[in-house]
């Protein structure tokens, strides 16, 4: 069975996009949660290894991220922000966030 090279890079660009989607589609949702509460996202870090609060209760089609916030009247706030349902992962909108 001979399997073809441009079938190889096609099968390669495919899941090349899948995750560069994902990873804009969580972007955007940081971004939206951010907006919902008012805060400013000064950093955000994707937890691979530990995830914090919720190393126990997530999957690995969930993203978690650890937070830097600033309100509006400047305090800072630190925290962790879980991206995605339990079961369909990154297809749903979910977010959940605790604070530290």
């Given at each position: 069975?001979?399997i ?38 000064v ?58």
């Amino acid at each position: 069975m001979e399997i073809h090279f441009g079938f190889l890079v096609a099968i390669g660009v495919v899941i090349f996009v899948a995750i560069w989607m994902t990873e804009a589609r969580a972007q955007h949702m940081l971004r939206q949660w951010a907006a919902g509460l008012g805060v400013e996202l000064v950093s955000a870090k994707r937890c691979w290894l530990w995830r914090g609060p919720y190393a126990w209760r997530s999957t690995k089609n969930q993203y978690v991220y650890a937070v830097v916030v600033r309100d509006t009247t400047g305090q800072v706030l630190r925290g962790h922000v879980r991206l995605g349902g339990f079961f369909f992962g990154m297809m749903t909108n979910k977010v959940d966030h605790t604070w530290e």
